[in-house]
């Protein structure tokens, strides 16, 4: 069944819109690949000037599913140039561009992965990092497999619970608000924050 590409994008990706998170990712059903690709085109030219872009990382044509990235690319460069992510990029197998600002290069190649991931072995499980996921969480989930860990929310931390859980806690409130001001009427447009 196919939901509305908005609503879909303030549940999941509310936080990035408040300008709380790097980025965003939300799964989109469609028939209309073609309608897709203007909804992202029509949503690039509205939230590129507040910073925000909005990216298909993934799509199948027989399923009729596709990941939807949004994000920040000051925020995220900012992640992607930190010399402990891309240390871990590296040792990933990711060809890290000279130029550290240079998160496209790097979103090129997630995605190549996200569409090679034939199984859930094989899912690119360093996406975290893309998300904004802290490093030592998403190290831990790969290392534990995703169990031994010390708080669930949005993602499993592996450091300190009651940080994650206080975290965890401000994501889930700002999407509350955003939904409850969305659903009130407010536009997406007004609720993006600019950066």
Same mark, same amino acid.
């Given at each position: 069944m196919e939901r509305d590409f908005e609503t879909v994008m303030i549940e999941q990706c509310a936080p990035v819109l408040a300008g709380l998170k790097p980025a965003g990712l939300f799964r989109y059903e469609t028939r209309d690949r073609a309608d897709l690709a203007r909804r992202v085109a029509g949503w690039n030219a509205q939230l590129n000037p507040k910073g925000l872009q909005v990216r298909v990382l993934r799509g199948c044509i027989a399923t009729r599913q596709y990941?939807?990235?949004?994000?920040? @690319?000051?925020?995220? +460069?900012?992640? %992607?140039?930190?010399?402990a992510v891309r240390g871990f990029l590296a040792r990933e197998g990711y060809r890290?561009?000279?130029?550290?600002?240079?998160?496209? @290069?790097?979103?090129? +190649?997630?995605? %190549?992965r996200l569409c090679c991931a034939a199984e859930a072995a094989d899912f690119p499980h360093e996406i975290g990092v893309f998300l904004g996921y802290p490093l030592e969480d998403v190290e831990g989930f790969i290392r534990y497999r995703g169990k031994c860990f010390t708080c669930c929310g949005c993602w499993k931390s592996y450091g300190d619970p009651a940080a994650a859980q206080q975290h965890f806690d401000q994501l889930a409130k700002c999407t509350a608000v955003y939904l409850r001001l969305f659903h009130s009427g407010t536009p997406i447009l007004k609720l993006a924050v600019a950066a």
């Open positions: 990941l939807v990235y949004v994000y920040r @690319a000051a925020k995220l +460069q900012t992640v %992607l140039a930190d010399a890290l561009p000279e130029d550290a600002a240079d998160c496209g @290069a790097l979103l090129d +190649q997630l995605s %190549l």
